[in-house]
């Protein structure tokens, strides 16, 4: 019965793929636009992109006048485009754009204001996206006082049940996946002893609320360029974090949750990733089965493990834990590649069909 696990889950993964993606024929994709620049910019395009079901298209991303678009936001594979354009408003209803997104901060002067009320005259819906990432562990709610919009922020924790509940299904589920793989570590331990002095190695971690810990995993270095290759399947197959089983026997880490990282790291978070050490640390978690490794930015993978946290729930953890395998059955066919691949930056800009950015006479406030 145990083996039917895994196929039932790939094919509930590809049922409940092929539903979300797939779109009745003849479904018009509603085409949007992104104001604003920066990192949040960037990740909302990706989510989008992430998320067929929303039937949503980025046509281009439009920056504030009298700046460049940054560098994160000029590598999307979308075109960026100056809000000073001469008719912009013109060129939006030409490509049929149906939405306007606008990312906090709003760029400062008069073009913002007038787009958006433009677009708004002109039937398109505007959408205001909170620049502040300390939403991500919070309720939202929207209130208003005399037509004052107020944006409440419920702080979201996991309940004292939850957690005892999780503790236990990490104690049980590691105590069996380590009786499981111990003949496997004694075999990968022998290999290793050949050529090495020590078969483990200890890494001084953060685990929740910053507390220290010592993490075990087995002593291979994936960046080394001479590995063997019994050592390059061990990395390829993340196979060198098992002794972390351990550590989640002690409490220090659990099966699901924020990959725990070293103090240089952590002493340079900025206060919403903070947010990420209020939880126990894990083996494997959302970020991980993104596709985020160790040489991913602490940015990066904490866009990801708030999300976890905000949404967490046992069902979730077993989820994550499923696709932990299908992600490690996946590079199999990944060669000897073991970094994801930056996202090249486009060559020219194809944003409403202009192959070059065309900026308005900067004395033209009419261009709307």
């Known amino acids: 019965m145990g083996s039917l696990l895994p ?11 092929w539903l979300v993606t797939s779109q009745p024929r003849g479904a018009a994709r ?82 913002s204001e007038k787009l958006i009320s433009n677009c708004r005259k002109a039937g398109m819906r505007v959408h205001l996206v909170p620049q502040r ?29 939850g957690l005892k509940l999780k503790r236990v299904v990490d104690f049980l589920g590691a105590l069996f996946l380590l009786v499981l793989s111990t003949p496997f570590l004694a075999l990968s331990a022998a290999a290793l002893r050949r050529h090495k002095d020590q078969v483990f190695r ?33 990395a390829r197959f993340s196979l060198t974090e098992l002794p ?14 924020p990959r725990p990282e070293p103090r240089e790291r952590v002493k340079h978070y900025s206060i919403w990733q903070r947010q990420r050490l209020s939880v126990t640390p894990g083996l494997t978690g959302l970020a991980q089965v993104n596709g985020l490794r160790e040489d991913h930015s602490s940015e990066e993978k904490a866009h990801f493990d708030l999300q976890y946290i905000f949404h967490w729930s046992l069902f979730l953890d077993l989820s994550l834990l499923l696709q ?18 930056p996202v090249s930056k486009p060559t020219v800009n194809t944003m409403f069909g202009i192959r070059k950015v065309l900026n308005a006479d900067r004395t033209q406030s009419s261009a709307y």
């Open 7 to 17: 196929v039932g889950f790939i094919a509930i993964r590809s049922l409940a793929w």
């Open 30 to 111: 509603r085409r949007v636009v992104i104001l604003g620049s920066g990192q949040l910019v960037r990740d909302l395009v990706l989510k989008i992109s992430r998320h067929p079901e929303m039937s949503m298209e980025v046509e281009g991303v439009l920056f504030p006048a009298d700046t460049e678009p940054s560098n994160r936001v000029s590598t999307l594979p979308v075109g960026t485009i100056s809000i000073r354009t001469l008719n912009i408003l013109g060129l939006m209803q030409k490509k049929k754009v149906q939405e306007l997104i606008v990312v906090e901060p709003l760029p400062p002067g008069l073009e």
């Open 133 to 161: 990432y300390e939403l991500y562990l919070s309720k939202a709610k929207l209130t208003e006082i005399d037509d004052v919009p107020l944006l409440s922020l419920e702080e979201q924790t996991l309940s004292t049940m």
């Open 202 to 234: 200890k890494e001084l971690r953060c685990g929740k609320n910053g507390h220290p810990f010592w993490m075990c995993r087995l002593n291979v270095n994936r960046d080394a360029p001479d590995l063997s290759g019994y050592e390059r399947i061990l």
């Open 244 to 257: 972390q089983l351990w550590n989640v026997l002690k409490g220090d880490m659990s099966l699901v949750g």
């Open 324 to 341: 932990t395998v299908w992600t490690l059955l996946g590079r199999v066919t990944e060669g000897d590649r073991l970094v994801a691949t």
